[in-house]
């Protein structure tokens, strides 16, 4: 029992939130927005399989409707371990692009996920973000926060990378390489810059 006890009390602290201070610093966005639908609250609860208990707590809220009331019981709840998931409920499933952005501009950069749909395949994103990334990726530098750091991510060959070295454009070419994969999507992708420290480019997806 002594044993069982201990591992609840672990369990507990490792579900403590990770970044309460996005409460504190958007609490006064968030009661700017307007109030949940009955459907949407009904949404967030059937899809962040919220406990009996967690669905008490927040029925109890004065006003259970009001978006602060539940990020505030996000921020304090497990399911803050998951940011990613909560976002793409909240701007796909609710369709709530203003709570979505105020989710995003005080997250940790690269937590939050891209905006447009992960499964899109690399050459079917929005034309204009490709091709920004592909301006500013094909640049190279130092710090191999470039084409070149994607390319080794994805396995290229050492004679593929010195080819592309040679092209105007070579992260146009890494898209064009990567695509036969079916893996090559837009969440992948994302995935990839932020483990390479890229987060400001991940946020253009």
């Known amino acids: 029992m002594a044993q069982s006890t201990t591992i609840m009390a672990q ?8 970044d309460p201070v996005l409460c504190e610093d958007a609490e006064d966005q968030f009661k700017n927005l307007g109030d949940l639908t009955e459907q949407e609250f009904r949404i967030l609860k059937d899809k962040l399989k919220l406990t009996e208990e967690e669905q008490s707590e927040i029925e109890a809220e004065e006003n259970k409707l009001s978006v602060w009331a539940f990020i505030k019981f996000w921020c304090q709840s497990v399911h803050r371990q998951w940011p990613r998931k909560f976002v793409r409920i909240i701007e796909k499933q609710l369709g ?14 690269g937590t939050a996920g891209p905006r447009a749909d992960e499964n899109i395949k690399i050459m079917e994103m929005d034309y204009q973000v490709r091709s920004e990334l592909i301006t500013a990726l094909s640049i190279t530098r ?3 926060k470039d084409w070149r750091g994607i390319a080794h991510k994805l396995k290229f060959r050492t004679t593929k990378i010195m080819y592309l070295e040679q092209q105007k454009q070579p992260m146009a070419e890494v898209f064009k390489t990567w695509d036969i994969d079916e893996r090559a999507t837009v969440g992948k992708l994302y995935d990839i810059l932020v483990n390479l420290g890229m987060t400001s480019y991940a946020s253009w997806l």
Do not use: C, F, W, Y
């Open 142 to 144: 130092d710090d191999n």
């Open 11 to 18: 369990s507990t602290t490792m579900a403590q939130p990770q």
């Open 96 to 109: 709530r692009k203003d709570i979505g952005d105020v989710l995003r501009e005080h997250l940790k950069p």
